[in-house]
Protein backbone atom coordinates (compact mmCIF):
# COMPACT_ATOMS: atom_id res chain seq x y z
CA UNK A 1 0.00 0.00 0.00
CA UNK A 2 1.11 3.53 -0.51
CA UNK A 3 2.73 5.65 2.05
CA UNK A 4 1.15 8.94 3.58
CA UNK A 5 2.53 12.59 4.66
CA UNK A 6 0.55 13.90 7.08
CA UNK A 7 1.76 17.15 9.49
CA UNK A 8 2.07 16.23 12.81
CA UNK A 9 -0.21 18.40 14.43
CA UNK A 10 -2.40 21.58 13.55
CA UNK A 11 -5.04 23.98 15.74
CA UNK A 12 -8.48 24.97 14.43
CA UNK A 13 -10.92 27.49 16.26
CA UNK A 14 -13.78 25.86 17.16
CA UNK A 15 -16.90 26.68 14.55
CA UNK A 16 -14.24 26.91 11.88
CA UNK A 17 -13.76 24.86 9.24
CA UNK A 18 -10.78 22.39 9.97
CA UNK A 19 -8.59 21.40 6.93
CA UNK A 20 -6.66 18.38 7.72
CA UNK A 21 -4.05 17.26 4.09
CA UNK A 22 -2.54 14.11 3.16
CA UNK A 23 0.06 13.40 0.33
CA UNK A 24 -0.06 10.33 -1.20
CA UNK A 25 1.76 10.96 -4.26
CA UNK A 26 3.20 7.19 -4.60
CA UNK A 27 -0.62 5.89 -4.85
CA UNK A 28 -1.69 3.75 -7.47
CA UNK A 29 -4.79 3.56 -9.39
CA UNK A 30 -7.18 0.88 -7.39
CA UNK A 31 -5.89 2.09 -3.93
CA UNK A 32 -8.89 4.50 -1.97
CA UNK A 33 -7.83 7.17 0.33
CA UNK A 34 -9.44 6.39 4.05
CA UNK A 35 -9.87 8.83 6.80
CA UNK A 36 -10.37 7.61 10.37
CA UNK A 37 -9.76 9.27 13.65
CA UNK A 38 -9.10 8.46 17.03
CA UNK A 39 -10.10 10.39 20.04
CA UNK A 40 -8.43 9.88 23.17
CA UNK A 41 -8.37 6.24 24.84
CA UNK A 42 -11.02 5.54 22.64
CA UNK A 43 -11.16 3.05 19.25
CA UNK A 44 -10.29 4.47 15.93
CA UNK A 45 -13.85 5.41 14.28
CA UNK A 46 -14.16 5.34 10.80
CA UNK A 47 -14.82 8.85 8.72
CA UNK A 48 -15.16 8.61 5.04
CA UNK A 49 -13.10 7.17 2.25
CA UNK A 50 -12.83 8.35 -2.06
CA UNK A 51 -11.34 6.74 -5.04
CA UNK A 52 -11.30 9.83 -7.15
CA UNK A 53 -14.36 11.94 -6.94
CA UNK A 54 -14.83 14.01 -3.83
CA UNK A 55 -16.87 12.90 -0.92
CA UNK A 56 -19.04 14.06 1.47
CA UNK A 57 -20.97 12.31 4.36
CA UNK A 58 -22.39 13.69 7.88
CA UNK A 59 -19.17 13.78 9.33
CA UNK A 60 -16.78 15.28 6.89
CA UNK A 61 -15.65 16.33 3.25
CA UNK A 62 -12.82 15.02 1.34
CA UNK A 63 -11.32 16.36 -1.43
CA UNK A 64 -8.81 14.49 -3.56
CA UNK A 65 -6.57 16.19 -5.99
CA UNK A 66 -7.06 15.48 -10.10
CA UNK A 67 -3.68 13.77 -9.96
CA UNK A 68 -4.77 11.51 -6.73
CA UNK A 69 -1.63 12.61 -5.18
CA UNK A 70 -2.95 14.67 -2.43
CA UNK A 71 -6.15 15.07 -0.37
CA UNK A 72 -7.60 17.29 2.09
CA UNK A 73 -10.16 15.72 4.41
CA UNK A 74 -12.86 19.03 5.97
CA UNK A 75 -14.37 19.06 9.10
CA UNK A 76 -17.11 21.91 8.40
CA UNK A 77 -17.68 23.35 11.71
CA UNK A 78 -15.39 22.14 14.20
CA UNK A 79 -16.39 21.26 17.32
CA UNK A 80 -14.36 20.25 20.65
CA UNK A 81 -15.35 16.77 20.36
CA UNK A 82 -13.49 16.53 16.80
CA UNK A 83 -9.83 16.87 18.88
CA UNK A 84 -8.16 13.47 17.72
CA UNK A 85 -5.54 12.35 16.02
CA UNK A 86 -6.74 11.84 12.03
CA UNK A 87 -5.36 9.44 10.28
CA UNK A 88 -4.99 9.37 6.36
CA UNK A 89 -4.51 5.35 4.89
CA UNK A 90 -3.69 4.60 1.41
CA UNK A 91 -5.57 1.15 0.98
CA UNK A 92 -6.60 -1.38 -1.96
CA UNK A 93 -10.42 -1.79 -1.45
CA UNK A 94 -10.91 -5.00 -0.17
CA UNK A 95 -7.50 -5.32 1.19
CA UNK A 96 -8.07 -6.61 4.98
CA UNK A 97 -4.72 -4.78 6.27
CA UNK A 98 -5.20 -0.55 6.99
CA UNK A 99 -1.88 0.29 8.17
CA UNK A 100 -1.99 3.35 10.05
CA UNK A 101 0.67 5.78 10.24
CA UNK A 102 1.65 8.68 13.08
CA UNK A 103 -1.72 10.54 11.97
CA UNK A 104 -2.22 14.33 12.58
CA UNK A 105 -3.17 15.66 16.26
CA UNK A 106 -5.80 17.84 15.49
CA UNK A 107 -6.39 20.44 18.49
CA UNK A 108 -9.42 22.62 18.18
CA UNK A 109 -9.70 25.37 20.50
CA UNK A 110 -12.58 27.37 22.40
CA UNK B 1 -26.89 -1.10 20.51
CA UNK B 2 -24.57 -2.19 17.16
CA UNK B 3 -21.05 -2.75 18.16
CA UNK B 4 -17.67 -4.28 18.43
CA UNK B 5 -16.90 -5.00 22.41
CA UNK B 6 -14.11 -5.77 23.99
CA UNK B 7 -13.97 -7.48 27.51
CA UNK B 8 -11.76 -6.93 29.69
CA UNK B 9 -11.68 -3.34 29.90
CA UNK B 10 -8.25 -3.27 31.64
CA UNK B 11 -6.30 -6.25 32.24
CA UNK B 12 -3.14 -6.06 35.01
CA UNK B 13 -1.11 -9.29 35.00
CA UNK B 14 2.15 -10.95 36.07
CA UNK B 15 4.56 -11.85 33.76
CA UNK B 16 4.23 -15.38 32.50
CA UNK B 17 0.74 -15.40 32.67
CA UNK B 18 -2.01 -16.55 30.16
CA UNK B 19 -4.68 -14.39 29.55
CA UNK B 20 -7.36 -13.96 26.99
CA UNK B 21 -9.18 -11.02 25.87
CA UNK B 22 -12.74 -11.52 23.97
CA UNK B 23 -14.30 -9.49 21.39
CA UNK B 24 -17.79 -9.72 19.83
CA UNK B 25 -19.81 -7.51 17.29
CA UNK B 26 -23.03 -7.83 16.11
CA UNK B 27 -22.91 -5.87 13.23
CA UNK B 28 -23.24 -9.20 10.93
CA UNK B 29 -19.84 -8.42 9.64
CA UNK B 30 -17.56 -11.18 8.24
CA UNK B 31 -14.26 -10.12 8.82
CA UNK B 32 -12.54 -9.76 12.75
CA UNK B 33 -9.57 -8.26 13.41
CA UNK B 34 -6.77 -7.80 16.20
CA UNK B 35 -4.72 -4.51 16.25
CA UNK B 36 -2.19 -4.11 18.60
CA UNK B 37 -1.37 0.07 19.85
CA UNK B 38 1.91 0.24 21.71
CA UNK B 39 3.15 3.33 24.13
CA UNK B 40 4.16 4.97 21.13
CA UNK B 41 1.06 4.93 19.48
CA UNK B 42 1.56 3.01 16.79
CA UNK B 43 -1.63 0.87 15.53
CA UNK B 44 -0.30 -2.14 13.99
CA UNK B 45 -2.50 -5.36 13.05
CA UNK B 46 -1.74 -8.39 14.21
CA UNK B 47 -4.56 -11.00 13.19
CA UNK B 48 -7.73 -11.04 10.96
CA UNK B 49 -10.41 -13.81 10.34
CA UNK B 50 -12.39 -13.86 7.78
CA UNK B 51 -15.69 -16.34 8.79
CA UNK B 52 -13.61 -18.21 11.17
CA UNK B 53 -10.54 -18.95 8.98
CA UNK B 54 -7.00 -16.91 9.51
CA UNK B 55 -6.15 -14.50 6.54
CA UNK B 56 -3.51 -12.37 8.12
CA UNK B 57 -0.98 -12.96 10.83
CA UNK B 58 1.75 -9.82 10.82
CA UNK B 59 4.48 -11.73 12.10
CA UNK B 60 3.05 -12.01 15.47
CA UNK B 61 5.49 -14.44 18.63
CA UNK B 62 3.31 -17.51 18.74
CA UNK B 63 2.49 -16.48 22.17
CA UNK B 64 -0.48 -15.17 20.76
CA UNK B 65 -3.26 -16.83 19.11
CA UNK B 66 -6.25 -16.06 17.79
CA UNK B 67 -9.89 -17.94 18.62
CA UNK B 68 -13.03 -17.73 16.01
CA UNK B 69 -15.52 -19.82 17.46
CA UNK B 70 -17.93 -18.34 15.25
CA UNK B 71 -17.98 -15.21 12.68
CA UNK B 72 -18.98 -12.99 15.04
CA UNK B 73 -16.53 -13.72 17.73
CA UNK B 74 -12.58 -13.07 17.90
CA UNK B 75 -11.15 -14.02 21.17
CA UNK B 76 -7.22 -13.56 21.49
CA UNK B 77 -5.54 -15.80 23.66
CA UNK B 78 -1.44 -14.89 25.30
CA UNK B 79 1.00 -17.35 26.33
CA UNK B 80 3.11 -16.54 28.99
CA UNK B 81 3.13 -13.02 29.27
CA UNK B 82 5.92 -10.57 28.87
CA UNK B 83 6.36 -6.81 30.09
CA UNK B 84 6.43 -5.46 26.32
CA UNK B 85 2.97 -7.16 25.22
CA UNK B 86 2.07 -4.38 27.74
CA UNK B 87 -0.36 -2.41 25.27
CA UNK B 88 -3.93 -1.35 24.33
CA UNK B 89 -5.57 -4.24 21.98
CA UNK B 90 -8.32 -3.39 19.84
CA UNK B 91 -10.68 -5.76 17.61
CA UNK B 92 -12.63 -4.54 14.63
CA UNK B 93 -14.74 -5.57 11.82
CA UNK B 94 -15.72 -4.89 8.51
CA UNK B 95 -17.95 -6.39 5.83
CA UNK B 96 -15.91 -8.04 3.27
CA UNK B 97 -18.11 -6.54 0.12
CA UNK B 98 -16.48 -2.65 -0.52
CA UNK B 99 -14.95 -2.45 3.01
CA UNK B 100 -17.79 0.41 2.13
CA UNK B 101 -18.57 1.75 5.96
CA UNK B 102 -14.64 1.11 7.08
CA UNK B 103 -13.98 -0.65 10.04
CA UNK B 104 -15.81 -0.53 13.20
CA UNK B 105 -13.19 -0.76 16.18
CA UNK B 106 -13.74 -1.76 19.68
CA UNK B 107 -13.31 0.74 22.72
CA UNK B 108 -9.90 -1.05 23.51
CA UNK B 109 -8.05 -3.45 26.26
CA UNK B 110 -5.22 -1.65 28.37
CA UNK B 111 -2.95 -4.93 29.10
CA UNK B 112 -0.64 -3.89 31.57
CA UNK B 113 1.88 -6.87 32.36
CA UNK B 114 3.83 -6.12 35.76
Known amino acids: DAKTTQPTSMDCAEGRAANLPCNHS???????VYWYRQIHSQGPQYIIH???NNETNEMASLIITEDRKSSTLILPHATLRDTAVYYC???????????FGTGTRLTIIP | DTAVSQTPKYLVTQMGNDKSIKCEQNLGHDTMYWYKQDSKKFLKIMFSYNNKELIINETVPNRFSPKSPDKAHLNLHINSLELGDSAVYFCASSLETGRRYGYTFGSGTRLTVV
Open chain 1, 89 to 99: IVSRRGNEKLT
Open chain 1, 26 to 32: TISGNEY
Open chain 1, 50 to 52: GLK
